[in-house]
């Protein structure tokens, strides 16, 4: 495995409270302490390139989505030249919120509801109600203009930055981006965006998904009853620099050798599973191109090169810009955490992507978005990406029973790391390894 | 002569303007596309209600009532001075499918703004 070590923080600014001391232990107190989530709101959050909106929530010039990460509100806008521009959601009178949620601004104007102070969507300021009854020296136009944050866009995303010295996104993405650059991320678009509450802090939340190591346990229907006899290996573990990871397939074939040996009953089984269980990574298209191949591949044939080379065929049929690079297909069924608190687990023209936050200004609750990504036809116009919902950890009717399952250990975990009888985690060296070298960049941040 | 076939088309008056809605536009958006200035504080955001038009004739070619604005109209729009409150929509939420006469005070020229 490839572990790229970076030198720990020389003449740290501070003492980061129960600090990682190896990458084998994980100190309980990092999930729900509030001096740690004090810590990350201040060194954390306002230093790091974050994932703000996707670019197709703001599709149009004046579009606007309000991002909420802590105790700060971004507004995310469109500008008529078609780029984005993000500043702190506040007005520069009296701190009034100026734009909540989402929505358009189709007047060009951003208007503060109290006093009625305008401001163009660049952030100059457009309009002072009786400004002469202000003294001059509280209307200077640079210091009445919105506060701007750093704004990249990457992988269909908008990405915000506070700290107005971060380095470029593509320099902090580094050397993780390059790999969803393969697989197309760019292309992809929402096929349903869905989130939930969750009753653990955001860490422990997405460490849930940084290994394979829990479906044994956690999705026995996907070992297809081999149970506690599920092979080790099959999968590559990678820790990045940056606090970035990876999990791929080891192996490195170009025969399409994506899914589980067993052939065309398996590999359509698996296919199913994954449309049913979750409507994402598989989608109902695919399982529709590799059932008709299926009769159609000899015994002797592998039927997993087989329907993958009818997907590729169906893809350029229809226009979709499926990426089919060796490189590409290693990673489907594979996923690449983005540092700190987004992730994406593509597969053919589809992903999953995940996001979570701090919630309520508790440490111990988290908000979690599900995007299901898929690639459309390319003549396809832009349609704004909504939120469908926010729903419920075991609500049966809007999460599939691969994501239930996962949430069902997260709120158990939380009430374990709170147990006086508990120290630490123990990580795999290996296989969850992805989890330490994330708080190992965390701590990087606090001691800044 | 065969009439040349037209889009929506807004009529305003007091100031005897003509106003084509494009795919999607709101009244206020053709307004301000075509310059005019017209009252408003929030900018279209269907908070403010300083933008609203008695529907004179042709209400019947104007897209339905959605959510936004029928809690605009329902609760933020003070009726005192309106006749009659159910002839009353936003031109920030208003699109039209054909030809409508609105009167809305208040509206200015591009010349005279």
Same mark, same amino acid.
């Given at each position: ?6 030198? /720990? ?18 100190? /309980? ?39 909420? =990460? ?11 030249? *078609? ?20 929505? &358009? ?12 102070? *305008? ?32 704004? !990249? ?64 346990? #956690?999705?026995? %229907? ?19 620099? $940056?606090?970035?990871?990876?999990? %791929? ?38 399982? %529709?191109?590799?059932?008709?191949? *299926? $009769? ?22 229809? @226009? ?34 995940? &996001? ?27 349609? *704004?990406?909504?939120?469908? @919902? ?42 969850? &390894? ?13 001691? &800044? | ?6 889009? +929506? ?5 007091? =100031? ?6 494009? +795919? ?35 209400? !019947? ?51 005279? #703004?």
């Amino acid at each position: 495995m490839a572990i790229i070590e970076e030198p /720990r923080t020389t003449n740290p600014a501070r003492v980061v409270p129960y600090a990682m001391r190896d990458a084998l232990h994980v100190p /309980r107190e990092r999930y729900f302490d509030r001096e740690f989530f004090e810590l990350e709101k201040e060194h954390l959050w306002p230093k790091v390139w974050q994932v703000a909106c996707r670019e197709e929530e703001i599709p149009e010039p004046g579009d606007f989505v309000e991002y909420e =990460i802590c105790d700060d509100s971004i507004v995310v806008i469109r500008q008529a030249d *078609r780029s984005v521009k993000a500043f702190h959601n506040v007005c520069r009178h009296r701190a009034t919120q100026l734009c909540v949620g989402d929505g &358009r601004l189709p007047g060009g104007q951003i208007v503060c509801p109290f006093h009625g102070w *305008r401001w163009n969507l660049d952030g100059t300021n457009s309009f002072v109600f009786q400004p002469d009854g202000f003294d001059p020296s509280c209307l200077d136009p640079d210091d009445l203009a919105l506060r701007e944050c750093r704004v !990249e866009t990457w992988g269909a995303c908008v990405w915000i930055n506070m700290d107005p010295d971060a380095r470029p996104l593509r320099e902090a993405l580094a050397p993780a981006s390059p790999f969803l650059d393969a697989v197309g991320v760019e292309d992809m678009r929402v096929w349903w965006w869905k989130e939930t509450i969750v009753n653990a802090n955001w860490k422990l939340a997405q460490e849930a998904f940084h290994e394979g190591y829990h479906v044994m346990a #956690t999705h026995p %229907q996907l070992t297809f009853g081999a149970g506690e006899n599920m092979p080790r290996g099959g999968q590559e573990y990678t820790a990045f620099a $940056n606090g970035h990871a990876r999990f %791929q397939s080891a192996s490195t074939g170009t025969d399409g050798s994506v899914a589980p040996p067993g052939g065309a009953d398996m590999f359509l089984q698996f296919a199913r599973v994954l449309w049913e269980g979750q409507d994402a990574m598989t989608l109902e298209r695919d399982v %529709q191109v590799f059932e008709g191949v *299926r $009769n159609k591949v000899s015994e002797n044939e592998n039927f997993a090169a087989a329907a993958i080379g009818a997907l590729i065929d169906y893809a350029q049929g229809a @226009g979709i810009p499926l990426r089919t690079s060796p490189e590409a297909m290693q990673l489907w069924g594979g996923e690449i955490f983005l540092f700190p608190n987004f992730f994406f687990l593509p597969q053919y023209e589809n992903a999953l992507s995940y &996001r979570f936050r701090p919630y309520n200004d508790d440490p111990e609750w988290c908000r979690f978005e599900v995007w299901s990504l898929t690639m459309y036809p390319e003549a396809r116009p832009e349609v *704004r990406a909504k939120l469908q @919902g926010r729903y419920a950890t075991d609500d049966t009717e809007n999460w599939g029973l691969i994501p239930r399952q996962d949430f069902s250990n997260m709120a158990r975990q939380q009430r374990g790391v709170r147990s006086r009888g508990y120290v630490e985690h123990r990580l795999a060296e290996d296989m969850e &390894r992805a989890i330490s070298n994330m708080h190992l960049e965390l701590d990087r941040y606090l001691a &800044r | 002569m065969a009439p040349e076939p037209r889009g +929506p088309v807004v009529h305003v008056v007091p =100031i005897g303007i003509d106003l084509d809605l494009e +795919p999607g536009e709101t009244i206020i958006e053709s307004a301000w596309r075509h310059g005019y200035d017209w009252p408003t504080i929030c900018y279209g955001q269907a908070q403010c209600t300083a933008c609203h038009v008695e529907v004179l004739s042709g209400a !019947e070619h104007l897209a339905p009532v959605e959510a936004e604005e029928r809690d605009a109209l329902d609760h933020r729009l003070s009726v005192t001075g309106i006749a009659d409150p159910t002839r009353i929509r936003l031109a920030c939420r208003a699109r039209a499918t054909g030809e409508v006469t609105v009167r809305k005070v208040g509206v200015v020229a591009p010349d005279e #703004t």
